[in-house]
């Protein structure tokens, strides 16, 4: 007859024993996964819908009125502030394939539209800023469309208290918390592939 101490060796046994076939299986899964994932060259329509970026935790962002980003047309410390939502690398783009063929993550293009409206708002009619306004009215109509069309999409689903109609919208007041994506994370791979993108064209350039 067994024992207790027996009987706890052979449960420590049988479950080092199934965790290991458990292994097993799970590797030999991941591999056939693997050996079946399409082969990607980012030639032609050869590209992935996302860019697979590594994992991280949620982050929190708490909703507000700020003092800064000022649409007052007198300010330039306000433009000054919007114009830093485009301060990143290589307006955006980013590299891939053996070609270092250029894309543009979803999320650049947005910050880029949120400056064309702003400035469409604060300067109405200037066309100053070739390089962002060429064609001012159809860019406009061309970024509310974009982001009518990425909000749907994206069909957030966080739920803010009461009605939003109602708020303060006084300078300084705070609203609710959202639960985000960690966008340093995305900034980090953006300056990791800049780095591959520039060796590549110091060594074939």
């Known amino acids: 007859m067994l024992n207790k101490s027996n009987v706890l060796v052979c449960t420590f046994i049988a479950f080092n024993l199934g965790l290991?076939?458990?292994r097993t299986v799970a590797a030999g899964y991941r591999w056939r996964v693997q050996s079946r994932a399409p082969f990607v060259d980012y030639i032609d329509i050869n590209f992935p819908?996302?860019?697979?970026?590594?994992?991280?935790?949620?982050?929190?962002?708490?909703?507000?009125?700020?003092?800064?980003?000022s649409l007052a047309s007198d300010n330039t410390t306000g433009d000054l502030e919007w114009m830093t939502v485009l301060n990143y690398t290589r307006e955006g783009r980013v590299q891939f394939g053996e070609q270092q063929r250029a894309f543009m993550p979803a999320y650049f293009h947005q910050f880029h539209c949120l400056r064309s409206l702003?400035?469409?708002?604060?300067?109405?009619?200037?066309?100053?800023?070739?390089?962002?306004l060429k064609a001012p009215d159809e860019h406009v109509h061309h970024c509310l469309?974009?982001?009518?069309?990425?909000?749907?999409?994206?069909?957030?689903?966080?739920?803010?208290?009461?009605?939003?109609?109602?708020h303060d919208l006084d300078e300084g007041t705070v609203g609710d918390d959202l639960v985000c994506q960690d966008w340093e994370v995305l900034f980090g791979e953006m300056e990791r592939k800049y780095e591959e993108f520039a060796a590549w064209s110091i060594k074939y350039n």
């Not at 996302?50 to 009125?65: F, G, I, N, Q, T």
């Not at 974009?146 to 109602?166: M, N, P, W």
């Open 20 to 22: 290991a076939v458990w």
């Open 118 to 132: 702003q400035r469409s708002i604060v300067f109405p009619g200037d066309r100053g800023d070739v390089n962002l």
């Open 145 to 166: 469309n974009y982001l009518r069309q990425l909000f749907i999409c994206v069909a957030a689903d966080s739920l803010e208290k009461g009605d939003f109609t109602q």
């Open 49 to 69: 819908v996302y860019w697979s970026l590594p994992p991280s935790d949620p982050v929190a962002m708490s909703l507000h009125e700020p003092a800064r980003f």
